[in-house]
Structure formats: C-alpha cells, structure tokens
C-alpha cells in the first residue's frame, strides 16, 4: 500500500480561481514533506518543503500546509493561472533519507 | 549550468533488447537516482548511488543495472528489455540524503521508453 495519498487524482478548475490539493502520508518516523510541480513532458521541479515543526509555507501563489499529528498537507494554488496546468505531487521523506512519492493530482486550468 | 541531462529523450526497444540511459550532472552532487514513473503510481527507485565507485538497489531494481565511473554521470542498463519496462525514467541528483531543505532532489526532463 502506498505511504502517501493525494487527492482528488485530477481537477478542473477557471483561471482565476484558487484550489486545494490534499496529501495525506503514514511514513515513519517523518523527517521531511516536499511538494513537486511537473510540467508535462518534465521532471518534477521542488516548490516547497516543511519539516516537523513547520505548519505552512509559502512559494509565490503557492501556499502548503503541514499538521504532522493527523499526517496530512494540502497545496493551496491562489489566483490561478495557465501555466499552473501539471502534475503536483506529495513527497515524504523519512528520518534516513528514503522518499515516498505520492501519485500526484493532474491539474487542468481553463481559460 | 545544464543541471541534470538524460540521453535519450525517447527510445523505442523490441523485446530482448538492450540499451543503456545516460545520466549527467553538473552540480557536484555526491548522490544520483534512477526512478521510473508510471501512470497512477508514484515515482519508484530503481538504483541510486552515494557516490562515485558506489551503486546500491531500490524499491524495483530487478531487471536494470547501473554504473557510477564517474562522479557526474549515472548509467542505468536495461540487458533484456521487457515490455514491463515501458515507463518514463527519471534522472535525479542531490548534495545528500533527502533529510533537510539543502539536499533537494533535482530531476532531469525524463527518457520516455516503449518496449513493443
């Protein structure tokens, strides 16, 4: 079974609008969660990373959040814009360095 | 600074065949991977290696090999290709162990592969 889960698999969403991805993760012990953006036809570029003590940050519209008790993050994309269309997906690192990548969300904005 | 190349971009095998991918880097990184990623399922290591002379096994390994002869460059080899290995591989290095914010994977644009 997979140690990390997003949701949902894909969305549509209006340029303009914001959105939410989920990431919900049972490895351990945790070290470390990164977001990816991957661009179709690309490998994944990082946008941010939180550790155990960190709730949320921030990288331009996009905003993660981190609550390590219930192991889940979310991305938060505000505003969004065309060139926001790709993959973004959920990695989790644990305390010796070995990542767990999630499926990732397909995301499709609309003109 | 290319950062991560891959070599092919794409490549079309028939079963029994065999190739090799070429992975390089100009960032001085110790550490490098092999991942291939399939539709619905997360990245999956293959090999990855802590440093020149040294290769260990991933999550799948079986069926591939790799080598590290030099510090900038990782080869993943496939002796007898299976359509099983129909996948986009995926290049990445990093300054260390993905324990911190300072050892960031990056990744390469990818090798699409189809074994027919």
């Known amino acids: 079974k997979n140690q990390v889960e997003q949701s949902p698999q894909s969305l549509i969403i209006l340029e303009g609008k914001n959105c939410t991805l989920q990431?919900?993760?049972?490895?351990?012990?945790?070290?470390?969660l990164r977001w990816y953006k991957q661009d179709t036809g690309r490998g994944p570029v990082s946008l941010t990373i939180?550790?155990?003590?960190?709730n949320t940050k921030s990288n331009g519209r996009y905003t993660a959040t981190l609550d390590a008790d219930t192991k889940q993050s979310s991305l938060h994309i505000t505003a969004s814009q065309l060139s926001d269309s790709a993959s973004y997906i959920c990695v989790v690192s644990d305390s010796w360095g070995k990542l767990q990548f999630g499926a990732g969300t397909q995301v499709v904005v609309t003109p | 600074n290319a950062g991560v190349t891959q070599t092919p971009k794409f490549r079309v095998l028939k079963t029994g065949q065999s190739m090799t991918l070429l992975c390089a880097q100009d960032?001085?990184?110790?550490?490098m991977y092999w991942y291939r990623q399939d539709p619905g399922m997360g990245l999956r290591l293959i090999h990855y290696?802590?440093?020149?002379?040294?290769?260990a096994k991933g999550e799948v390994p079986d069926g591939y090999n790799v080598s590290r002869l030099k510090k900038q460059n990782f080869l993943l080899g496939l002796e007898s290709a299976a359509p099983s290995q129909t996948s986009v591989y995926f290049c990445?290095?990093?300054?260390?162990?993905?324990?911190?914010?300072?050892?960031?994977?990056?990744f390469g644009p990818g090798t699409r592969l189809t074994v027919t």
């Open positions: 290696s802590v440093g020149e002379g040294t290769t």
């Open positions: 990431c919900n993760y049972t490895v351990s012990p945790f070290s470390n």
């Open positions: 939180m550790t155990f003590s960190e």
């Open positions: 960032m001085n990184h110790e550490y």
């Open positions: 990445a290095s990093s300054y260390g162990a993905s324990g911190g914010e300072s050892y960031e994977q990056y």
